[in-house]
Nanobody, 127 residues
Framework: QVQLVESGGGLVQAGGSLRLSCAAS????????MGWFRQAPGKEREFVSV???????YYANSVKGRFTISRDNAKNTVNLQLTSLDAEDTDVYYC?????????????????????WGQGTQVTVSS
């Protein structure tokens, strides 16, 4: 069982930055891929970024070059640094754990690969 708690969301002006964090419980954290997804009201949840158990990193094209994902297995945390934010980045951001010992780029972009989800943190970018 893995429990995930996100933090760090908030209101920021366009062009600004935020750092999202996800704290995980459980002894098997290092075995999971840790992903970030986002969802706007009335829209499907979409992939943002993932870092695999062995630290392979993948980004959605829409955030590549602006967002940076990292993990600290000693602290059971995964972070997402958001920079150059614009209004289209306004969403609820979710942390997810899944893809046990998986590094496949295609699989890790799929919601179905993730077993555990956090409650989400709101990011609002004002223009």
């Amino acid at each position: 069982q893995v429990q995930l708690v996100e933090s760090g969301g908030g209101l920021v002006q366009a062009g600004g930055s935020l750092r999202l964090s996800c704290a995980a419980s459980g002894r098997t954290f290092s075995s999971y891929a840790m992903g970030w997804f986002r969802q706007a009201p009335g829209k499907e949840r979409e992939f943002v970024s993932v870092i695999s158990w062995r630290s392979d990193i993948y980004y959605a094209n829409s955030v590549k070059g602006r967002f940076t994902i990292s993990r600290d297995n000693a602290k059971n945390t995964v972070n997402l640094q958001l920079t150059s934010l614009d209004a289209e980045d306004t969403d609820v951001y979710y942390c997810a754990a899944g893809g046990l010992y998986t590094s496949n780029s295609y699989s890790l972009r799929s919601i179905s690969e993730y077993r555990y989800w956090g409650q989400g943190t709101q990011v609002t970018v004002s223009s």
